[in-house]
């Protein structure tokens, strides 16, 4: 996956200081994803990009992994970003059958924002699929950072869950006041059992005269594909 | 007036008070780990004490609009279990570096025993491998032994002063405190430790260069509220609002903020913040994720 364009798109955005440590971090990367020092410094990356966004302008984005129509690291926070691009690296040193173990581990005693940049960077990972409970643990997370991570802006869920894990993920979306046209895929996922378990979620809110989630339209009415 | 309790234990309050908190002014918390009643049996309970610290505890304080951050540590009570302490010190490795840890805390003395000597040692040797402050408990028997050995340990170890906080303070210890050049906490309470007409009169006498004052809020008869009650005393004393501030914002924003993780994000946080808005990035609950172009941080 193409993840070294985007070291120069955060080194233009974070300071000189902070480039010279992703350089370093990304040399013992270069070791494997699996050790200790890699572990310190995926998480002694947060401080050092901070969180403004990355919006790439014109043809930044150009060479960087795209799933369906998401550009790696457009958007997101640079220490999202700056963690993705550690990971990659990382994985790409590492053998392929010890990769789940290892993002496993790193999302079992992460922090939120070590979880939330994990939840967006798995559909850029090899072998994408192998990661789906990771993401079905990120939808169970109260913490709406993690939540969301998933959840918004996030090609993962629709392409890999099962629907199940998908139409649970939907519901928490509404019911937590999460905009569910921010989950990507959404018009390709809305089956007669997401429809229901919706159509029952809007009923239980009349019935407790209690306001319906605007946009459970979008998903009982099927106007999924406008908003998406 | 934005206030900073620097040391309560948020783990054991409930929403009620974080909703108390935050009408009273309270913008930011350190919650630092400690004994949680019950003794702990297992490596792995202190591991996911220390994932709530950094996770769940995070999210709740934001929802009511307050920073939450925490201090790590093997505290010094459980310092004495043998078959838990080298396990909760190797975690501490991997801990340590994560995002909203502001210091090494609480370590300390307790009982004073050689165990607790030297998990304390070994932790000041953490903070300075980590490039953090260290938040010390001071013990509540024998206080004032306690807290000169507290110091002489950081003198011997040469741990720099301006990074070390020393809490639970008493009439009978504020001043060698001072004099060490380390900072001054006050753990205000309803019966023991320390209250606020006896606080009034240190802060009369003292000043406020680096001293704190916190609620110390847990699990036992406390007071979650007593930062904001301590500086309405300081005002009805006549104290002046400058020094105040001092006290209750500022000297704890400077201490913590040499960890270089104390991020308290733009402006000041007013009270009935509205709950939509959240810390933890581009988490605007309702419509797109805002798309505000990014700025360069600060060098790290
Ligand atoms: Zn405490």
Redo the contacts with the bound molecule.
């Keep these: 996956m193409s993840w070294r364009p985007l070291v120069p798109i955060l080194n233009a955005r974070i300071s000189a200081v902070s480039s010279t440590w992703f350089a370093e971090a990304l040399r013992d990367a270069e070791r494997g994803a699996g050790t200790e020092i890699f572990a310190a410094r995926w998480s002694g990356l947060g401080r050092r990009f901070g969180r403004a966004s990355v919006i790439m302008a014109g043809a930044e984005g150009e060479a960087l992994a795209v799933v369906s129509g998401q550009v790696l690291g457009d958007g997101w926070a640079l220490d999202e970003a700056g963690r993705a691009a550690l990971l990659m690296c990382g994985l790409a040193a590492t053998a392929v059958g010890r990769h789940l173990r290892i993002v496993a581990e790193l999302f079992r005693t992460g922090e939120v924002r070590e979880q939330r940049a994990l939840a967006r960077v798995l559909a850029f990972l090899p072998q994408p699929e192998r990661f789906s409970e990771i993401a079905v643990e990120a939808i169970r997370i109260n913490a709406a950072s993690v939540f969301e991570g998933i959840a918004c802006d996030n090609p993962y869920p629709a392409t890999h869950l099962a629907e199940g894990a998908f139409n649970q993920m939907v519901v928490k979306a509404l019911f937590n006041g999460i905009s569910v046209a921010r989950i990507r895929g959404l018009a390709q996922r809305r089956t007669p059992e997401l429809i229901r378990m919706v159509t029952a979620l809007s009923s239980e809110r009349l019935a407790a005269g209690r306001a319906v989630p605007q946009d459970a339209a979008l998903i009982t009415k099927g106007q999924a594909d406008a908003a998406v | 007036m934005q206030l900073f309790d620097p040391?309560v234990?948020m783990t054991s309050r409930t929403t009620d008070d974080y909703q108390a908190m935050a009408a009273a002014g309270i913008a930011a918390v350190v919650e630092?780990a400690?004994w949680v009643g019950q003794p702990r049996t297992h490596v792995g309970t202190f591991e996911d004490y220390f994932l709530s610290l950094l996770g769940w505890e995070r999210f709740r304080a934001q929802q009511f609009g307050i920073r939450h951050f925490c201090t790590l540590a093997l505290n010094p009570k459980e310092a004495n279990n043998e078959a838990l302490a080298a396990g909760v010190i190797g975690l501490l490795r991997r801990y340590l570096e994560k995002d909203g840890v502001v210091a090494v805390g609480?370590i300390g003395y307790d009982d004073q025993t050689e165990a607790e000597h030297r998990r304390f040692t070994e932790q000041l040797a953490l903070a300075r491998e980590f490039e953090l402050p260290v938040l010390i408990?001071t013990p509540h028997r024998d206080k004032k032994r306690g807290t000169e050995r507290t110091l002489a340990l950081i003198a011997e170890t040469k741990f720099p002063p301006e990074l070390t906080l020393v809490?639970h303070n008493n009439e009978e210890t504020l001043e060698m405190v001072l004099r060490s050049g380390c900072w001054a906490g006050h753990?205000i309470y309803p019966a023991t430790k320390m209250d606020e007409p006896r606080m009034v009169t240190l802060v009369q006498k003292y000043g406020a260069e680096r001293i704190l004052v916190n609620s110390?809020a847990?699990w036992g008869v406390s007071d979650p509220l007593k930062v904001p009650k301590t500086a309405e005393a300081l005002r009805r004393a006549g104290v002046a609002d400058a020094a105040i501030e001092t006290i209750c914002w500022t000297n704890p924003v400077r201490f913590f903020a040499q960890s270089g993780r104390l991020e308290l994000g733009d402006g000041v946080v007013p009270p009935g913040v509205d709950q939509r808005q959240l810390w933890e990035g581009n988490s605007v609950l309702r419509g797109q994720a805002p798309r505000v172009d990014g700025q360069r941080p600060r060098d790290s």
């Design positions: 040391h234990h630092p400690f609480e408990h809490d753990s110390a847990d």
